[in-house]
């Protein structure tokens, strides 16, 4: 009767720690994840006429504020999962989102374009 208590007991430590740590790091997972996609979407190593439209560039803007939020919240709420990944992974969820929100406003021809993202690359350890 012991073991069955002690298996129950197992299973809700086991549940906690899932709901702790494991779900929270695979949503900074998935931020990540969607960071790199916005970023091969809407700023491409290869450049097309895309980045003429208005209406583009407020999708762009749009796309890039709602992750830089998603990523700002992330690091406001899940201070343990971001202190992990950033001491072992190296990912600055914090500074990825303010070159996030840096980036989003600006247009074609700005030159800080390349430097907002190869530091966001660099804060989520991406490979662009």
């Known amino acids: 009767m012991t073991e069955f208590w002690r298996g129950i007991l197992g299973g809700i430590v086991a549940w906690f720690a899932t709901m702790l740590f494991g779900h929270p790091f695979y949503e900074l997972i998935n931020l990540r994840k969607e960071t790199a996609r916005l970023l091969h979407l809407y700023d491409p190593a290869i450049k097309d006429d895309r980045a003429t439209r208005t209406d583009w560039l407020e999708e762009r803007k ?67």
């Open 62 to 128: 749009t796309a890039y504020q709602n992750c830089a939020a998603k990523l700002s919240a992330f690091d406001s709420s899940q201070c343990v999962v971001t202190a992990f990944a950033g001491w072992c992974l190296r990912w600055q969820p914090r500074e990825a989102a303010e070159k996030l929100w840096s980036l989003a406003p600006l247009g074609p021809g700005a030159t800080e374009r390349s430097h907002l993202r190869e530091g966001i690359a660099k804060a989520l350890n991406l490979t662009l």
